[in-house]
């Protein structure tokens, strides 16, 4: 017979965790009945909803690493729920110099499958159901998820990116009075996914300040800082030593940057208060990072001379040849990134749906973005694009986009 | 300043979690005040909690099928959440060929962040606030935590494990009574963990029955299907085809007898419903099983020839040894495991807690074991035992174990 009927709630929870228009699912989309207007542009796929390993491989000795974590063996294959002790021990080291701050290997920091893993765990940890959760609008999409799944109460925040050329434009005010009237917990990216934008020191510091004042914990996601552009000042919340070191945990991973996404891993620090419950949930979730990949860990902040900022440097060029097509394109609007892979352009006005444009971009010119419903309610004609893609395929296909989105605007 | 106060169910919620006595976490655990009794016995280190992929390595290959994945690139790196197509499609036909029942991959299958991370994903879809679920004791520990941490009400089955020679001695009565009085909800592994019990062909068609009539789902955790000892028949309740498909869902993964469990990998197949929850949780718990990693199960249920016989006459040989110390030992009862690498020992009637015991097991012989409480908390005197290690050491690590116990005998 068909299952017992189940709790609403249940059903409710499952229909907001939609996952047809997320990064990487466009396959699974279904595309009835959508108004095509002209024909096809022919030129070379480019996927923006995440960045092309091919373009840009990982750290060099990555896959050596993987060998000889898988030399060590049983050892290596099962660690600790929050990561093998030795891979911990070096890598936090690295991570306290990389922003301001000590690290106690030990007590205050996991490794986890993914920055994925360590949002999730995080947000479990913090988040009890009907608890308040000051989010940013536009912020990452899964942000807004995990607060709804662990029954979270999102207080949305406002960032006004169109209207600063420095720093994020976060509303400070609004953020004073939410965590004011309740708000137990704050997240937030920086550098911001989708904008690209960095928070200025002032605001860091105005964020720092508030959050100790009032007792609100803090969850800084910080996967693109160590791609920071020409020019832009980044500060590390926790560099500036202001919030009780208990309240604020900083998630990283090297996925993004450092091209290691196949390997799933990510890592969160801070406080060992968080950390504890994090590997607590990590026993139940998925035990560990994979064993043998945690050993790929050892080249991460370690890597060849020069590396790094090549590959920052690659990436600036891919930005500054795509934001100038936007400009010269009528009717976009482009915020500068600061870091990071992503921009978040916004279009002309269109007489078609941001989630219908995205089909049509993919089925006519085999480009590949995100809508920015993602990443809020009203960003409803935005899109996301993660440039870190080969520059020449990448600036053709914004052409193509601004060509496809030029049919259908009003 | 101090974080505000939270919601005191979330602090009840982690309180439930610990970790402290969970396999591969014993070097964490705080030893004062423990009665140490004699001189400490020197001996081959073993840790039961787990099994040793270095006396049992993994699949031949393993780490060139990982090469080639990397080699890939982008593609292999960001898959669908639910794994890569093409994997899933091999997968599929080997595990219907297994379990007697067609498997679609595209809508009825998804790779996971090993069997853990499976088990997770399904209880997650499965599980509203207050819905009661029915649970074996004893059974796998994340089980009762997983019901406990998405807030549904436990109801635990009993088990007569030392009351029969065949099949698993489940209290079907009780689990008829408790699926009429309203359990949405029915999980457990068979193998059974911790005991190796295999539930009888009758058993099997009985909860099938039960489930049917009274629309309960169904998650079975086969984790160690594949190793069934000489004479024992094994039953795939989806091979019965009795139960609604909608509502079972079959869980597996490659950690255990092909020793894969660095990779992290499991597979999820079912109830295309179920599947397409557990898709949309793992986009905001990790997003994918690691992409390299997935290509490593080319090789699964494709080993060489003979290989598969060759690992479980392995382990059937340690178990009757084990089994055989075990006997030899007055006042120790055991069932003879029928699957799978675990075993439960009973002990004789100790004057120290089994928790207390396990603590100096390992200080005075570097003997780990699970203690029972983790898998009921009626199980206050039995202990888990995962015999898959060297064979040599593992039989004298249970002897030291036996000489261990008896300084501590009422």
Same mark, same amino acid.
């Given at each position: 017979m068909n299952a017992l009927p189940e709790s609403s709630l249940l059903t409710e929870k499952f229909a907001k965790l939609g996952v047809e228009s997320?990064?990487?699912?466009?396959?699974?989309?279904?595309?009835?009945?959508?108004?095509?207007?002209?024909?096809?542009?022919?030129? *070379?796929?480019?996927? /923006?909803?995440?960045?092309?390993?091919?373009?840009?491989?990982?750290?060099? &000795?990555? +896959?050596?690493?993987?060998?000889?974590?898988?030399?060590?063996? $049983?050892?290596?294959?099962?660690?600790?729920?929050?990561?093998?002790?030795?891979?911990?021990? %070096?890598?936090?080291? !690295?991570?306290?110099? /990389?922003? &301001?701050?000590?690290?106690?290997?030990?007590?205050?920091?996991? +490794?986890?499958?993914? *920055? %994925?893993?360590?949002?999730? +765990?995080?947000?479990?940890?913090?988040?009890?159901?009907?608890? !308040?959760?000051?989010? =940013?609008?536009?912020?990452?999409?899964?942000?807004? !998820?995990?607060?709804? /799944? /662990?029954?979270?109460?999102? =207080?949305?925040?406002?960032?006004?990116?169109?209207?600063?050329?420095? $720093?994020?434009?976060?509303?400070?005010?609004? +953020?004073?009075?939410?965590?004011?009237?309740?708000? !137990?917990?704050?997240?937030?990216?920086?550098?911001?996914?989708?904008?690209?934008?960095?928070?200025?020191?002032?605001?860091?510091?105005?964020i720092a300040e508030l959050a100790e004042t009032h007792g609100v914990r803090v969850i800084v996601d910080q996967l693109y800082s160590r791609q920071i552009f020409d020019g832009v000042r980044y500060t590390h919340l926790r560099g500036l030593d202001k919030l009780n070191s208990d309240n604020l945990l900083t998630i990283i991973g090297p996925s993004k940057t450092e091209s290691l996404s196949g390997f799933r891993l990510g890592a969160a620090f801070g406080s060992s208060q968080m950390i504890d419950r994090m590997e607590k949930l990590q026993a139940i979730v998925s035990l560990r990072a994979a064993g043998y990949c945690q050993t790929v860990l050892a080249n991460w902040f370690s890597e060849p001379t020069g590396w790094i900022q090549a590959r920052i440097a690659a990436h600036q060029a891919i930005r500054d040849d795509i934001h100038e097509a936007f400009l010269r394109a009528n009717g976009f609007k482009l915020r500068l990134g600061e870091g990071g892979s992503y921009l978040f352009p916004q279009m002309p006005e269109m007489d078609i749906s941001i989630g219908d444009f995205v089909k049509v971009l993919r089925l006519q010119a085999e480009v590949i973005v995100t809508p920015g419903t993602q990443f809020g309610p009203q960003f409803t004609n935005?899109?996301?694009?993660?440039?870190?893609?080969?520059?020449?395929?990448?600036? %053709?296909?914004?052409?193509?986009?601004?060509?496809?989105?030029?049919?259908?605007?009003?």
């Open positions: 997320a990064p990487g699912q466009e396959g699974r989309q279904q595309v009835d009945s959508i108004d095509l207007r002209g024909d096809r542009i022919v030129g *070379t796929p480019v996927d /923006f909803s995440h960045g092309d390993v091919d373009a840009h491989p990982p750290i060099p &000795g990555s +896959l050596e690493l993987f060998q000889r974590g898988y030399e060590v063996g $049983g050892s290596q294959a099962y660690t600790e729920y929050r990561g093998q002790a030795a891979i911990r021990e %070096q890598l936090a080291a !690295k991570l306290a110099e /990389f922003t &301001g701050a000590p690290i106690d290997s030990d007590s205050e920091m996991i +490794l986890t499958p993914g *920055t %994925q893993g360590a949002l999730f +765990l995080a947000m479990g940890a913090n988040i009890g159901r009907g608890d !308040k959760v000051a989010i =940013v609008e536009p912020d990452y999409f899964a942000n807004r !998820k995990l607060v709804e /799944f /662990f029954e979270g109460e999102l =207080v949305p925040v406002g960032m006004d990116y169109f209207g600063t050329d420095s $720093g994020s434009g976060i509303d400070l005010l609004k +953020l004073g009075e939410c965590f004011r009237y309740g708000v !137990k917990l704050f997240v937030f990216s920086n550098p911001n996914n989708p904008t690209g934008v960095v928070y200025s020191p002032d605001e860091i510091l105005a935005s899109f996301r694009i993660n440039f870190s893609q080969d520059h020449t395929a990448a600036v %053709q296909a914004i052409q193509r986009t601004i060509e496809i989105a030029n049919r259908y605007r009003v």
